[in-house]
């Protein structure tokens, strides 16, 4: 299965989180506002809560589903499902958790997925 429409979808969605001037520019800047819990390092319920904010702001009619009753796709896009996108980004997770501590890091967010 070809992984990098679910890459791309995620950054996608990830950029409808936040007004363009209000990117983190740095991996320790995404630490720092995924960090819910102020730890400095990043689990897998923090990852997804805030990969999913994007998502969570496409989905206009707030029936968990990105498709048409939510805006304009482009042709012969699917419909992207709430628990679908959750689950790659829960396998995103894991591949970029390096060391397999189950937490990442600046390092570990900088870093693309294997």
Do not use: C, W
């Not at 791309?8 to 960090?35: I, K, W």
């Amino acid at each position: 299965m070809n992984r990098r429409p679910y890459v791309f979808v995620a950054l996608l969605l990830l950029a409808g989180a936040a007004p363009a001037q209000d990117y983190p520019r740095t991996p320790a800047e995404y630490l720092q506002r995924m960090d819910a819990n102020g730890d400095g390092r990043i689990d897998e319920a923090e990852y997804v809560r805030y990969m999913s904010q994007g998502f969570l702001r496409m989905d206009v009619n707030g029936d968990g589903v990105i498709d048409a009753n939510d805006g304009p796709m482009r042709p012969g896009a699917r419909p992207i499902h709430l628990d679908e996108f959750q689950r790659n980004l829960i396998r995103q997770f894991h591949k970029l958790d390096r060391n397999k501590d189950g937490y990442l890091n600046a390092k570990e967010l900088s870093q693309p997925p294997m």
